[in-house]
């Protein structure tokens, strides 16, 4: 989630939108959970859907970041896996194959 009041109140609402439900949630509730008076949290988002979009956003930002991570790991362990001064066909071939296959996966 983003650093600062915006992601602690993301951080707050999610918590607040896995435990209760999106539509249970009061404002009041998130900006509690959020160390804030509901005035202050208004000066933030103008509306729980404004935080829920955040919400949204910050999970796939993490989704895609993850992702990342997998497909760099993924691309070591090939290399290692495959260690010459020149690549093979084979080891270019299984790279391909490996990357295409980590872009199309579900996050």
Known sequence: ??????????????????QQGFTAT???????AAGMTAANLYVYFDSKLAILYEVYRSLARHSR???ELRQCALIEALARRHRRAVPSRAFL??????VGSVRHAPA
């Open 26 to 32: 009061k404002m009041a509730q998130i900006a509690s």
């Open 1 to 18: 989630m983003k650093h600062g009041k915006h992601g602690l109140i993301a951080q707050a609402a999610h918590r607040l939108f896995q």
């Open 93 to 98: 071939n299984e790279m391909e194959v490996a």
């Open 65 to 67: 970041r993850r992702r």
